[in-house]
């Protein structure tokens, strides 16, 4: 059997640089624009329910054409998919910053979602074709810097760029670091594989894409038209579970299926889709739940709450760093066991947050947190595909990729969903013994109910603590998910079992 031929480390080097490049653009637009929707508004004249196309349109866009990359990788050569991504983006990007209406944005938003949806997965089959075994690791801790650190950072840089310059910087920044991967990717990047002459099985992308888009509509639509009291959800819901079941029957008696199902009888692939759906499901929900916590119900000014939930990047940075070193000298078990821990730890300590903490338990939990997602990431997604073919790399990562955004959709709406349901339903149980033929509150000299302004400064206390015991029940949520899933790291593969597989499935 030949041995496979790798790139040249200097050249591995500029491939892995231009490519990680690309994937922090994409990533980092999924939030870089949400701290800048306030003066975009006011801009292109703009209502509240309008302006929040400009987030929901990019993020279904990429959702509904991430599972097609795999098919147009092999139809059209990874290489040449990944320079047309890059470029597509980079002027969708420009047009985006030159937008003088809302339609235009929209619309623009649309085509960086539709552009950027290939680069994240033909990125990470890249890195792991062009690396021997032995260098999984360093380079999906690259790529995982790429992909977690981008949304981490997106509201603070665009919060900056706007306060500091204009809205319109939040997409012109995409420019130069657009063109440097595309220059980096063409010039180091020479694919081997021929494209394939592969039909696409247009009635289960069709559905897929249907249920897809209706799912990402009622999750970014559900909270403001109050959830499946609004027959617009309701339509939205029966639609994805129409089209999901259609594509499910398809998938699964179809010739030749948009999927590979054989995708899903590994069992690395499998567990480790569960667990990256969880993993960014609970990471990007309390990316979203904590700064409304810490500045309305906290009290925190905007440059505080950035300072407390920076070191939740910076741990995610170290560890995937030493992770990437570690890989192949310890066992992966281990790492995920360490992972898994400071994961638990850390939503253990958000769960017992309070409105007399300070500033130490939000710092210490999202460092801890960090940590942990960082020292499951980068071994997760190797042994995600340690037993899976490189002919089956495209089609895994577009999946994978998918998985995890949707997981990531889910546990925000969801999250913010419970939270905002659970203040009310906390309020009404704090109010029922508020009342003037209460013994207990007849010596409060504060509690005056003859006062308008007495009754309405004791309901914003209630509220303020109903507000604060919702957070924490979702915190506590998260901390219960964490223990559930944690088992299942255990179940995959090591390395070298997973190995001596692929060695001899290749050999047959």
């Not at 937008?99 to 235009?104: H, R, V």
Request: aromatic residues 10%.
């Amino acid at each position: 059997m030949t041995a496979t031929a790798y790139p040249a480390p200097a050249t591995r080097r500029l491939i892995t640089a231009s490519l990680i490049a690309g994937t922090f653009m994409i990533a980092l637009d999924s939030t870089i624009a949400n701290v800048a929707l306030p003066h975009i508004q006011g801009n292109v004249s703009a209502s509240q329910e309008e302006i929040t196309w400009v987030l929901t349109s990019y993020i279904m866009a990429q959702a509904i054409f991430t599972p097609l990359t795999g098919w147009m990788a092999g139809r059209f050569g990874r290489k040449r998919l990944m320079l047309w991504s890059i470029v597509g983006f980079t002027v969708a990007s420009g047009l985006c910053g030159l937008a003088t209406n809302l339609e235009e944005l929209v619309l623009f938003r649309l085509l960086q979602g539709i552009s950027g949806a290939a680069l994240v997965p033909m990125s990470q089959a890249t890195l792991l074709d062009i690396n021997p075994p032995e260098g999984f690791g360093p380079a999906m801790a690259l790529f995982g810097l790429g992909v977690t650190f981008g949304p981490v950072i997106g509201p603070a840089l665009g919060g900056w760029l706007t306060e500091s310059f204009s809205w319109r910087w939040v997409f012109y920044i995409n420019l130069p670091v657009g063109i440097l991967a595309f220059v980096g990717l063409s010039a180091s990047y020479h694919e081997s594989k021929p494209p394939e002459a592969r039909p696409l099985d247009i009635f289960g992308f069709v559905t897929l894409a249907l249920a897809i888009g209706s799912l990402q509509l009622m999750l970014d639509r559900g909270q403001s038209q109050d959830w499946f009291s609004s027959v617009e959800v309701c339509v939205e819901a029966g639609a994805a579970l129409l089209f999901a079941y259609l594509f499910i029957v398809h998938l699964l008696t179809g010739r030749k299926p948009f999927i590979d199902t054989r995708l899903f009888a590994d069992r690395n692939f499998l567990l480790g889709s569960i667990v990256g759906f969880t993993i960014f499901a609970g990471m990007n929900a309390t990316l979203a739940l904590l700064p409304p916590m810490l500045e309305t119900v906290m009290g925190y000014p905007v440059v505080l709450t950035g300072l407390v939930t920076a070191p939740r990047g910076l741990g995610m940075m170290v560890a995937m760093v030493v992770t990437g070193r570690l890989i192949g000298r310890v066992d992966e078990r281990l790492l995920f066991v360490i992972g898994a821990v400071c994961v638990i730890w850390s939503s253990h300590i958000m769960s017992g947050f309070s409105l007399d903490m300070n500033t130490t338990p939000t710092i210490v939990s999202g460092f801890l947190q960090g940590v942990g997602v960082g020292m499951i990431f980068v071994p997760l997604n190797t042994m995600t595909f340690a037993t899976l073919g490189m002919a089956q790399r495209n089609d895994g990562t577009a999946m994978y990729t998918l998985i995890r955004n949707m997981g990531s959709a889910i546990g925000i709406s969801v999250l913010q969903a419970l939270t905002i349901r659970n203040t009310a339903i906390v309020h009404s149980r704090l109010v029922e013994d508020i009342r003037p033929d209460n013994p207990l509150l007849s010596g409060a000299a504060a509690l005056d109910f003859t006062q308008p302004g007495a009754l309405a400064r004791i309901n914003a206390a209630i509220t303020h603590q109903a507000a604060m015991v919702s957070y924490v029940d979702a915190f506590w949520a998260l901390f219960v998910l964490s223990i559930v899933v944690a088992p299942l790291l255990l179940m995959m593969r090591t390395r070298k079992t997973a190995a001596a597989s692929s060695h001899a499935m290749s050999l047959e």
